[in-house]
């Protein structure tokens, strides 16, 4: 069924007791020519765009848990093209630019509003780097703005914008286009999108072993059975060490824990995202009210999708150096997320070294704002065998061959990007 | 908050430490081959259960150690100077 208005006054007519269910649940057959691991906004992603552009609908989606039940509805719902290294800064671009259709292409409103990115500048130093930043943007057709500190003052009065600031805000990089995306709604529309094109989502069914065949994938074994493929994507990003490691590959990633934090819900107070590398903290205001609130991660391997206290101390703090009005308000609700983090804070988009794999992964903090053009990409590599030239860069080779696309040029620590 | 027991002051709290990554990693030696210096510098098992890792107490002693943690539940069962084993 086509959602519509009109879909929508008949149902209504009838007590909204006759929604067709909007994806099947259907049983795993034997073979099927694409097996996606990963029942997320990315893997979702990749079997619709397999099934959309590519024409392959036999095509199955292996979630271990239920949809969007990992970091798809952990993240922050930030949505951004603000890079300053090419393949990055295209790739995301190309994920904008998905977004800003993406309602009317799954039929579901995904709730993406333009509201702005910004990223605050605290000293002249990060002013010069903001500027760089901005300026390899649009040299690149990415949208991007400098605003000075009587502008910032203007559009954001609650911001504390005053000259004996704890950090002196100096100015700020504003992407206009970015800003937030309902993030439940992205596995929804997708998963959706993808089941009504043919392709088959299997909810509670975990991938215990990957079978290789002369060197190359034959299938999967899961929970539910050995289900046989030549072509498996890995779209599993804080795991994909455990699964790539099935097929005897080693990884650069490490996984860690990123937390974030809601208040309770207020009237709107915030209409932007405002961000600040200087002192580690973002902020958005969600459509319920919460302010959203996330800093830096926890700053040791983790798996446990849970935090610990002094992070969530520090963006507290944060948020009161910056926005001293918001100290009345509590905290509702803290969780976290495990990300992929790469030794070079960049994403591995690609063919991996054992014929039939792939995987999307390593996002490390970028993953939600990347979800199409992170499934774009790995359908085309899946369709073609062979990348595309916006992950041509974003291989797992990159780091033998010393061609790390290093954002903050932190180097191969994992926790530092 | 996680409790970290520095071997050489007692258990202290987290924020006193710095993470210093995978303590089972070793420096090849000089003249061995790039794939053994790439596997060093890049590549991690990443366990999802027991990991050996390095932690700075930079607020305290100011002396790097060893920790047993289990990346699950934060739980750590064992903690060591550098020149003992775990």
């Known amino acids: 069924?086509?959602?519509?208005?009109?879909?929508?006054?008949?149902?209504?007519?009838?007590?909204?007791?006759?929604?067709?269910?909007?994806?099947?649940?259907?049983?795993?057959?034997?073979?099927?020519?694409?097996?996606?691991?990963?029942?997320?906004?990315?893997?979702?992603?990749?079997?619709?765009?397999?099934?959309?552009?590519?024409?392959?609908?036999?095509?199955?989606?292996?979630?271990?848990?239920?949809?969007?039940?990992?970091?798809?509805?952990?993240?922050?719902?930030?949505?951004?093209?603000?890079?300053?290294?090419?393949?990055?800064?295209?790739?995301?671009?190309?994920?904008?630019?998905?977004?800003?259709?993406?309602?009317?292409?799954?039929?579901?409103?995904?709730?993406?509003?333009?509201?702005?990115?910004?990223?605050?500048?605290?000293?002249?130093?990060?002013?010069?780097?903001?500027?760089?930043?901005?300026?390899?943007?649009?040299?690149?057709?990415?949208?991007?703005?400098?605003?000075?500190?009587?502008?910032?003052?203007?559009?954001?009065?609650?911001?504390?914008?005053?000259?004996?600031?704890?950090?002196?805000?100096?100015?700020?990089?504003?992407?206009?286009?970015?800003?937030?995306?309902?993030?439940?709604?992205?596995?929804?529309?997708?998963?959706?999108?993808?089941?009504?094109?043919?392709?088959?989502?299997?909810?509670?069914?975990?991938?215990?072993?990957?079978?290789?065949?002369?060197?190359?994938?034959?299938?999967?074994?899961?929970?539910?059975?050995?289900?046989?493929?030549?072509?498996?994507?890995?779209?599993?990003?804080?795991?994909?060490?455990?699964?790539?490691?099935?097929?005897?590959?080693?990884?650069?990633?490490?996984?860690?824990?990123?937390?974030?934090?809601?208040?309770?819900?207020?009237?709107?107070?915030?209409?932007?995202?405002?961000?600040?590398?200087?002192?580690?903290?973002?902020?958005?205001?969600?459509?319920?009210?919460?302010?959203?609130?996330g800093g830096d991660l926890d700053f040791c391997n983790s798996f446990a999708q849970r935090g610990n206290l002094p992070i969530v101390e520090h963006v507290t703090a944060a948020c009161l150096t910056l926005f001293p009005s918001f100290g009345r308000l509590k905290l509702l609700r803290t969780w976290g997320g495990i990300c992929d983090m790469t030794m070079d804070g960049s994403p591995i988009v690609a063919k991996l070294p054992v014929q039939g794999l792939y995987m999307t992964g390593g996002w490390c903090y970028g993953g939600f704002k990347a979800t199409p053009a992170s499934g774009w990409l790995t359908a085309h590599t899946i369709a073609h065998d062979a990348p595309h030239d916006l992950n041509a860069g974003l291989t797992l080779e990159r780091f033998a061959q010393g061609r790390m696309i290093d954002e903050k040029g932190a180097g191969p620590y994992a926790w530092m990007h | 908050m996680m409790l970290i027991p520095c071997p050489h002051c007692g258990p202290r709290a987290q924020s006193e430490f710095t993470y210093g990554g995978d303590a089972t990693v070793k420096q090849p030696a000089p003249d061995a081959p790039m794939e053994e210096w790439f596997a060093y510098v890049y590549l991690r098992d990443n366990p999802k259960g027991l990991h050996d890792e390095l932690w700075l107490h930079s607020a305290g002693c100011r002396t790097w150690f060893k920790v047993r943690r289990d990346t699950r539940t934060h739980d750590i069962l064992a903690s060591a100077r550098m020149d003992q084993s775990l």
């Open chain 1, 1 to 293: 069924m086509k959602y519509s208005i009109f879909s929508l006054a008949r149902n209504a007519l009838s007590g909204h007791a006759r929604w067709p269910q909007a994806w099947r649940s259907p049983a795993p057959k034997p073979a099927y020519e694409a097996v996606i691991v990963g029942g997320g906004g990315h893997g979702l992603a990749t079997a619709y765009y397999l099934a959309k552009v590519h024409g392959m609908r036999n095509v199955a989606v292996l979630e271990k848990g239920y949809l969007g039940g990992g970091n798809t509805g952990r993240n922050t719902t930030i949505v951004r093209s603000n890079y300053h290294l090419d393949p990055n800064a295209h790739m995301y671009e190309l994920s904008l630019k998905l977004w800003e259709g993406l309602s009317q292409e799954l039929n579901f409103n995904v709730m993406y509003s333009a509201r702005g990115v910004l990223n605050l500048v605290h000293s002249p130093a990060e002013m010069d780097a903001a500027m760089r930043r901005g300026n390899a943007m649009r040299l690149n057709g990415i949208d991007a703005e400098f605003l000075s500190r009587d502008e910032i003052a203007r559009r954001i009065p609650n911001l504390d914008c005053s000259r004996d600031a704890r950090f002196p805000i100096h100015g700020g990089l504003l992407q206009p286009r970015g800003g937030t995306v309902r993030h439940d709604a992205v596995a929804w529309g997708y998963a959706r999108a993808a089941d009504a094109l043919g392709v088959d989502i299997i909810q509670q069914c975990e991938v215990v072993g990957i079978r290789l065949s002369g060197g190359a994938v034959a299938g999967v074994e899961t929970t539910q059975g050995f289900i046989a493929t030549e072509r498996l994507a890995l779209a599993v990003a804080g795991h994909s060490s455990q699964l790539a490691a099935m097929a005897g590959v080693r990884l650069p990633i490490e996984s860690h824990a990123l937390q974030a934090m809601v208040s309770d819900p207020v009237k709107p107070v915030l209409d932007t995202v405002v961000t600040s590398g200087a002192v580690h903290f973002y902020i958005s205001q969600s459509d319920k009210g919460e302010l959203v609130m």
